[in-house]
DNA sequence: CGACATTAAATTGTTGACACTTTACACTCG
DNA sequence: CGAGTGTAAAGTGTCAACAATTTAATGTCG
């Protein structure tokens, strides 16, 4: 046995701190839109508003650079970081990876109370779907998608996709379904519980993928008929 | 067309910083080795180095920090990161999704002029492998891989590639490869190339993300092998 | 001699001030 | 009246000093 791993950490004691906490909060007010998305963020006034100086500010803002949430331009300042289609498209792919990834080690590695609690989601997710309840369907697909990656047992995978999904919030045009495309939607969701149940890690990763995908394309159809739509009105 | 797509951007200017320098230059004195992982970094010291404040040199350490590379413990200091075995297996699992990703995407837009470097870089490690020879082996291994990440055509999927191989580098112990070994993996890239020649986005997925994953398992090999001589020793 | 409390040194955390750059605005000139 | 120039304000970049915390060292008591 290793001298260095440790039994028991201790490091539990104050592991906050000022410019995380910041971090925390800025980020919080990124993503529910209190910052407006391609903006300028004022350090000065950012500072007041929580009653610190700049330092710790500007710490949190490098953080959030790191982490994809705004840009930073020298002796201009930090903005809001806004995608552009093609970005967003880029995201959706390395996503579809990762969870594609994500779904192929759960298929792998069953363990049960696994597929119960997925059952159980698209349960819910087919009733919202039927009742074209996108309010209800929302934060369950979520969390449908969300609890596959926690239980693939990877935390690099987890972190990762977690981090993508965030600066995926960036992007405020695509979050919406419409009509039947929520029960497309689950019927993927159904082939891909069903790929993991069987252990077929290959169809898991395949199945996983491809909703992936088709969420990219619908996005991607809405976001042209937008973008028509602003066409016409100029 | 949108006003605020640009035809021609001219934010090359002062498009470094002080705080930037400072977390290449520090990033590559810890990947050099110039700083010893697990060790501590002192600000202070630091600092005088460059002949700055301190400042600069937090807000270069908050970045590393979201990069994975170092480690911040509030009123302790910062570390550089030390990875155990464990979380580097899950990063080799993300790797090769990752990677298992890039060959899908490349076998599915094939182009000219892709295939053609691939080979001939096939052919140097081929004879690199014949001779035994790491040391000539181990950058063209790096080269093929990157290329084939590249020619993707995905940027985001690039950056957390690369983002997450520089993380893999805070690991060292790995980096060997003995023997035949060479040839067995060499012989796991020609499948690689195969099937993105034959366009099957499929087979380029699994073919890779099995040789990232067989990477894994001869790295754990030997780690494992280590782990028992460090054992007799004591 | 070892465990514990006490004190001093070292190090991180935070701040306010100052220098520099960018941006906004008023002014001048064609 | 509009393009261009110069100036003032606003904002970012950097620093050095001070406060708070942790760590190391010293001394004390059982």
């Not at 909060?25 to 903006?39: F, K, T, Y």
């Not at 994500?102 to 159980?120: D, F, I, S, T, W």
Request: glycine share 8%; charged share 25%; aromatic share 6%.
């Amino acid at each position: 046995m290793s001298s260095s791993s440790a039994a028991h950490d201790v490091s539990f004691l104050r592991l906050t701190s000022l410019p995380m906490l910041l971090e925390r909060e800025i980020e919080s007010m990124i993503l529910d839109g209190r910052l407006s998305i391609g903006g300028r963020i004022n350090e000065n006034q950012l500072a007041a508003t929580f009653g610190v100086s700049r330092g710790p500010v500007r710490e949190a803002l490098r953080s959030l650079e790191a982490l994809g949430l705004v840009e930073l331009l020298p002796n201009r300042g930090v903005f809001i970081r806004s995608l552009d289609i093609a970005q967003v498209v880029e995201m959706y792919g390395v996503r579809a990876a990762l969870f594609g990834y994500a779904a192929q080690l759960l298929a792998g590695r069953m363990e049960a109370g696994v597929v119960a609690p997925l059952r159980a989601m698209l349960d819910e997710m087919a009733e919202a779907a039927r009742a074209h309840d996108f309010d209800r369907y929302y934060p369950l697909n979520f969390a449908f998608h969300d609890f596959i990656v926690e239980q693939a047992g990877n935390g690099v995978l987890t972190a990762q996709y977690r981090g993508l999904v965030k600066q995926l919030r960036l992007y405020r045009a695509g979050n919406l379904m419409t009509g039947n495309t929520l029960e497309l939607s689950n019927e993927e969701h159904a082939r891909i519980v069903a790929a993991i149940e069987q252990g077929d890690p290959l169809a898991a990763y395949q199945t996983s993928f491809d909703h992936v995908e088709r969420g990219k394309e619908r996005l991607l159809a809405r976001s042209v008929s937008l973008a028509h739509a602003e066409e016409r009105r100029a």
